[in-house]
């Protein structure tokens, strides 16, 4: 048997695969509210409460790792894999980030899953980027090396937020004065789009709660909310996208984007996107897709258990 898990601050997903032929076949899965569980130790013997035999797993988590020990970032989970073998007698056990785990999975990922929200002009093996807003903001690069994609994994999501606009600025302003250094996660994430909408004067609500009011339309507080967050994501985006000249692809990942993203204007983020001055034409070549399979991460941690 081959163990993947996706490890997130809100939620888990976990699956048991097993080869058939070149292929890998799930033959358990089930997703898990992270808060619910102490430690993963406690989630994981849920998972393997009938002890299957598993040669290999792979874990990718929202935080930084060096392979074998891991905390997330916002739950107080430890990880260690040499405990992990030792406890659920696993063969081997690889730790990854959590959107080094979504770019392993890009390639097992249908067309008819992937939304082109802007088609660009793409360069084969050129270099590509994966990146999504959920609890927090994830990042990953993809370069070619040796007739395949090397996956360079970062902590993208806590570079400072960069303001582009008046309105932008006055968002920085606002919550510099609660937390001191503003990232772009603090505000491109689902927490981020609680933040806006009480910047903008709402009162607190639960990001699925704005974003449901957002397309549902008659909200138009929760329409400026979804339009400000939309600005900042697609800003961000084009601004990795020209770090990583991803004529390859940019890629969108994460709950939040797959949600909302297909059942709304998304020229605000498009045109943010876009808007990279005298790099526009440059920006204006880079392909940028939407992922809507919500388990990308989870198939990247089976693609690593099962290789060599």
């Known amino acids: 048997m081959i163990l993947g898990g996706d490890l997130g601050g809100t939620k888990t997903l976990l699956a048991l695969a097993e080869r058939d032929g070149e292929r890998l076949r799930i033959v358990r899965r089930q997703r898990y509210a992270s808060a619910d569980h102490g430690s993963f130790d406690d989630l994981l013997a849920d998972f393997l409460s009938d002890r299957p035999s598993v040669a290999s797993a792979c874990f990718g988590l929202a935080g930084p790792t060096d392979g074998r020990r891991a905390k997330l970032t916002y739950l107080p989970w430890q990880l260690d894999a040499a405990d992990l073998e030792r406890r659920f ?29 802007h088609p660009g002009r793409p360069v084969e093996h050129a270099p590509r980027v994966v990146l999504g807003a959920g609890t927090g903001l994830g990042v990953a690069g993809l370069v070619w090396e040796n007739d395949a994609y090397r996956v360079i994994p970062g902590e993208g999501g806590h570079l400072g937020f960069a303001p582009q606009t008046p309105e932008q600025g006055e968002l920085w302003r606002w919550l510099l004065g609660q937390s001191g250094r503003v990232t772009t996660e603090d505000i491109v994430s689902g927490p981020g789009l609680a933040r806006i909408h009480v910047f903008l004067g709402g009162r607190p609500q ?103």
């Open 206 to 308: 639960p990001p699925e709660d704005i974003g449901r009011a957002a397309l549902a339309g008659g909200d138009p507080l929760a329409a400026a909310t979804l339009r400000l967050w939309l600005e900042c994501y697609g800003a961000f985006a084009g601004d990795l996208a020209l770090h990583w000249l991803a004529r390859g692809g940019v890629y969108l990942a994460g709950g939040i984007a797959a949600r909302l993203m297909p059942h709304t204007d998304n020229r605000p983020f498009i045109d943010a996107f876009l808007a990279k001055r005298e790099h526009r034409a440059l920006a204006r070549d880079m392909p940028l897709h939407l992922v809507t399979a919500e388990d990308l991460g989870l198939r990247g941690t089976l693609a690593c258990a099962a290789a060599p």
């Open 89 to 117: 007698a696993i063969g081997r056990v690889t730790l990854v980030n959590d959107f080094a785990a979504a770019a392993h999975g890009l390639p097992l990922v249908d067309e008819s899953e992937l939304l082109t929200l």
